[in-house]
Every structure is written in C-alpha cells, then in structure tokens.
C-alpha cells in the first residue's frame, strides 16, 4: 500500500506535531508501506519514503497558500492509494488535524487572557492573522462541504471539536487516539539521568520535583503552575521544587515566580535535545495547559511512570483515570486543587502507586498502536473505494 501524506512542516524543532508525525510514518514504513510526503522541509529520502518538497515564496499566509493550493495539484496526479492529510487539503482522503480544529486552537488562546478586555483585544488581534483565517476558511470550507473526508480524531476532545464547531457526521470520525515512540532507558539510566537533573539544578533527592515541558508558557499554564507553587509554599507548607523545560522568555514569569514568593524554588532551563531526562528527575509532571488536542509530554510520563496532572483541555486525560493514572483539571487556573493533588502527591508511597498504574499504560500509548489503529482504517478505506 503506498500512502501520500501530506505535512506542511516536518521540522522536529518546530514542535511536538512535527515529531509524532516522523515517528508515525517510522511506524508505517516498519509495518511494510510505502509513503510519499508532500512538505516543505526538507528531508533525506530512505528505503519506503521519498519526499516531494514545495518550494514556495512570500509572507506566512501567502507562502502556506501557495503550498496549498500546488499540493492539491499534486494529489490529483499521484499514484497513492490515499492520501492522508495532515493541513486542510481539498482532495485528501484523510483529514488528521494533529492541532486540533482552527476554531478551537483560536478560542482557547483566547481563554488564557486574564481578563474580558484582554480576551476582547486578543480576539482582535487574532482576526488580523492573515494565516490563520485562511486555514480557518480552508478547514471550513472543506468539513462543511459536499464530499467531507473522514477524520481522524486524536482524542475524543477532539471528536467533540469536530462536532460543536462544524456539526461534523459522526459517521466521518474515526477516534484513534495519540501515540509516542518513548526512547528505552534501563533502570540504571534512569537512576543517573534522576542524579545529574537533580545536581544540576540544586534539588536534592528527597525534595519534591515538578517538571513542566512545553514551548508556550501562557497557553501551556505555567503562570498557573507558578501560582501552585507559591500556594503550596504559603499555605500547605509542602517544599517543592519547580523545572519549567522549554522555549519561551522565561523573564515575565521570573517575576511572577519572585512576587509569588518561590522565585528560588523555580528554574527555567531553556530548551532542551533530551525531555526524557528531566522526566526520569521529576517527581510530577504538571501540565495545567489550556489547550492541547493530546499532548505527547503527558504520554511520554504515563510511559515513564511518573504521575501527570493535566486538564480536560487536553485530549491526554482520555488515557488517565482520576486517582489512578494521575489527576485532571477542570480548569487550568485551578491552582487550589492543583495543589490539593499534589498535596497528595508528597506522599512516596502514593506516587508510586500512581506511578506503576501510569507505567502499565505504555503498550496503551504507544504509537505502534496508533499505527496500527491507522493501517486498519487504511485497508477499510481502500477496499471501500475498490467496490
């Protein structure tokens, strides 16, 4: 079977969706089916995939329309079986929006101003975004239509994003939830990489250590996280330790941290090649995002056993069971009962506990599986079409 997948972008220092995209198509050449890739990154070609680069000009929405608009002519003459689409292509059999719906991406950046008239200038603001109208349009247009593609969900948050914003046919959903490709690491690995972090930064072994990993500290809640801190410090009298991994100017929340009263008990490390390690250091991983359709941090923690707490904007919480994988959020600046979970949390015996049922989910969360889900759905699809 010869799949046509098309991404705009598979530059991993562009973030988590660039990443499980490589290690999906990894997964589908190992299972014996050949790709071919529309993108404009550029990428060495291996045995079962080649690369079909775009070159286009101009500012970010013209340069994305342009690519659009001559990957939809390059689907009409490809020999692929399907084609599987990651960005709105008209023509596509498959539609796996691994950001989530443009309407969705668009009102939860809203939600993380603090206040109406925040949210009402960001509102503005983001209908100026000339890139993103046009995917909204491109979206739109495409779910809404005559011919809808089948969509595959990532998560069930997701599922209900296609419902609410486009009245989108159930029939056309498939839910196949995320997956990661965690890199293996011994005991003794883990152990070390557990020291060096905790060396590093000045936490000591026995003092509580929540990791947060992301790359938009507002959208991914880490003034919330901060706020938890300065909380448990104040008023649960809990000493804890903060690592904020990530790219983003840390300066604002520097501030924020030393207002809070925990400015020496929070550190940025800026970003880093290697997540793993700071996950084998933590104690907890906090992820009180705003948005995110299935977050590969929080997968990447179940697998490695360590508690996570996420929120319900989050399509990661379909795989957590409350108290027993790790804790959900309702909101994300939730910070009371953030710490009362954590609270519980200090407890070793608790987190391991939490830690072993998280661990158990590996095979769950992995993207062999998701691969497999996929390769499933392909072969419906193209005997479908064959009949």
């Keep these: 079977m010869k ?15 660039e990443t499980s995209t490589l290690q999906f198509m990894d997964c589908l050449i190992e299972r014996g089916l050949r790709i071919e890739v529309f993108t404009r990154s550029e ?41 599987h ?16 719906t443009v309407p969705e991406t668009i009102e939860r ?30 979206e739109r247009s495409w779910l809404t239509g005559n ?23 159930e029939s056309h959903i498939r839910l196949i939830r995320n997956g990661i490709t965690p890199k293996p690491a011994t005991d003794e690995i883990r152990k070390q990489n557990r020291a060096e972090v905790r060396m590093r930064y000045g936490v000591g072994e026995s003092e509580l250590l929540l990791v947060a990993v992301c790359h938009n500290f507002r959208l991914k809640g880490v003034e919330h996280l901060i706020r938890c801190a300065g909380l448990l410090h104040r008023d649960l009298d809990v000493a804890c330790r903060v690592l904020i991994v990530g790219k983003d100017r840390p300066d604002r929340w520097e501030r924020l941290a030393d207002r809070c009263g925990v400015g ?21 991983l906090v992820h009180p995002t705003f948005y995110d359709p299935c977050s590969r941090v929080v997968l990447e923690a179940l697998a490695s056993g360590i508690p996570p707490i ?12 409350e108290g027993v994988h790790g804790f959900v959020l309702n909101e994300p600046f939730d910070v009371r009962t953030m710490a009362e979970h954590l609270g519980r949390l200090v407890d070793p015996k608790v987190r391991r506990r939490i830690g072993a049922a998280a661990g158990a989910l590996a095979d769950v969360v992995s993207m062999r599986r998701h691969a497999d889900e996929v390769i499933g759905h392909y072969q419906t699809e193209v005997s479908r079409a064959s009949e």
């Design 109 to 138: 950046t809203i939600a993380t101003r603090p206040n109406r008239v925040s949210a009402a200038w960001k509102r503005l603001l983001m209908r100026f975004n000339a890139r993103q109208r046009l995917m909204l349009h491109r």
């Design 85 to 100: 689409a990651f960005v709105p292509i008209r023509g596509a059999h498959i539609y796996q929006p691994r950001g989530g």
């Design 43 to 83: 990428l060495p070609e291996r045995a079962g995939l080649s690369f079909r680069t775009t070159k286009v000009e101009g500012g970010r929405a013209s340069a994305t329309r342009n690519f659009l608009d001559k990957t939809e002519n390059f689907v009409r003459q490809t020999d692929c079986d399907l084609i």
């Design 310 to 321: 996420t929120t319900r904007y989050d399509g990661a919480a379909d795989f957590i069971e």
């Design 147 to 169: 011919t809808p593609p089948r969509v595959f969900a990532l998560s069930n948050y997701v599922a209900a994003q296609l419902r609410d914003h486009y009245s989108f046919p």
């Design 264 to 284: 020496s008990f929070v550190r940025f490390t800026g970003p880093v090649e290697d997540t793993a390690r700071f996950l084998h250091a933590a104690d907890v």
């Design 3 to 17: 799949i046509g997948i098309v991404a705009e972008w598979l530059d991993v220092s562009r973030g988590g969706a």
